[in-house]
């Protein structure tokens, strides 16, 4: 019995320490992406889903649409600190727009501390397989604006520029839009359009 009783006591004193251990960890992740716990993210992020924002920085995962797929996803940017903070993906059809001539495929990504289930960090990306002519470009961006990204100028503000900041106060929302011939320096890459999307969160 002083036996199991002591294994008992080590096993605890073993989980006090994997635990103390993790909320430093998963706080300096925190810091690290100036996520504040203690404060109320209230303006929510520029992407819709079925026409409503899609969250608000420091929501729980349980909180999300309903009908929003998603799923867990090992691969992802924190996939270094498994039991501390998980990535998940959807490909919700939502994000797909679907165009005359091909379609825009849509992915988003996030993270949330596994404790708390607090999603913290938000991007996405959008490859237009579609004809790359300007005028299928900008129909794609606007269909893709309209559906999802309210907060975009009209599309061939966009198209011009190529990349774009929002800032919102508790977060700057970037877009960052590579075209085909940018997509021919890398090998890897697809030659399409490419619009990608990210949340960075503002210190406080």
Known sequence: MLIIASCSHARKQQEAIVSARNIELRDSIFRAQ????GYIYSKPVCPLYNKKPLLKIGQRVSELPKELGYRFDPNLDFQEYYGVITDYLSLSEYFTITQSKGSV???VLFAADE????IFHLKGNWLFDTDTSRAETIAALDSLRKKV???LPPA??????RSMKINNGDFTEIFELTTPKEAEKDSSAFQKYDLHYSVSLNPK
């Open 34 to 37: 100036h996520f504040d716990t």
């Open 105 to 107: 495929n849509g992915i």
């Open 115 to 118: 404790r708390d289930n607090r």
């Open 149 to 151: 990204f309210p907060c």
């Open 156 to 161: 061939k503000a966009l198209l011009k520029r």
